[in-house]
Antibody, heavy 116, light 110 residues
Framework: EVQLVESGGGLVQPGGSLRLSCAASGFTFSTYSMNWVRQAPGKGLEWVSYISTGSGTIFYADSVKGRFTISRDNAKNSLYLQMNSLRAEDTAVYYC?????????WGQGTLVTVSS | QPVVTQSSSASASLGSSVKLTCTLSSGHNKYIIAWHQQHPGKAPRYLMKLEGSGSYNKWSGVPDRFSGSSSGADRYLTISNLQFEDEADYYCETWDSGWVFGGGTKLTVL
């Protein structure tokens, strides 16, 4: 069974940093591109970042470019999102999602709250 | 980059059918899209991939009541024999150097 489990969310002050993790199981992680997608409270889905299987291709949404860094460790079946210079508008549930030309599996999400 | 537009809400009666629309911006009418369903407080669930030709591939476990179709820049998700459990938010997405989501349609089953 495919499982994606996010962790690392929490309350952080504006300007602070947080590192999210996504632990994958039930499939060969190294053969799938991965994404982070977020959803602000009461709002729609917003794509955040994409990383290819070997980390050679990475994309970011304009809203996070220069502040967020996506990475992966195929040996540990894990995906990461380093978030720096956090703003109130980054408050959201962050989902990791498996990519196979569409977002086929989603984790349950981890809540990030940016507030003083 | 494409813009994806969805109506904010839709409603239909139990047992009836509803057709949700996802519209691609000008110049992007051949793009493939995917439909997702999201219940309140839950993660999104992938439903199907839908091509501009109208051909669609449903994900494993998606009921036969769900189908897709296309016309020009419009991509449709039709749900037949509506059930209360179909009440959810529905999102379409497409790809262009990053995933682009529509704003979502909140479906109410009356």
């Amino acid at each position: 069974e495919v499982q994606l489990v996010e962790s690392g969310g929490g309350l952080v002050q504006p300007g602070g940093s947080l590192r999210l993790s996504c632990a994958a199981s039930g499939f060969t992680f190294s053969t799938y591109s991965m994404n982070w997608v977020r959803q602000a409270p009461g709002k729609g889905l917003e794509w955040v970042s994409y990383i290819s299987t070997g980390s050679g291709t990475i994309f970011y949404a304009d809203s996070v470019k220069g502040r967020f860094t996506i990475s992966r460790d195929n040996a540990k079946n894990s995906l990461y999102l380093q978030m720096n210079s956090l703003r109130a508008e980054d408050t959201a549930v962050y989902y990791c999602a498996r990519d196979e030309g569409w977002l086929s599996y989603w984790g349950q999400g981890t809540l990030v709250t940016v507030s003083s | 980059q494409p813009v994806v537009t969805q109506s904010s809400s839709a409603s239909a009666s139990l047992g009836s059918s509803v057709k949700l629309t996802c519209t691609l911006s000008s110049g992007h009418n051949k793009y493939i899209i995917a439909w997702h369903q999201q219940h309140p407080g839950k993660a999104p669930r992938y439903l199907m991939k839908l091509e501009g030709s109208g051909s669609y591939n449903k994900w494993s476990g998606v009921p036969d009541r769900f189908s897709g179709s296309s016309s020009g820049a419009d991509r449709y998700l039709t749900i037949s024999n509506l059930q209360f459990e179909d009440e959810a938010d529905y999102y379409c997405e497409t790809w262009d150097s990053g995933w682009v989501f529509g704003g979502g349609t909140k479906l109410t089953v009356l």
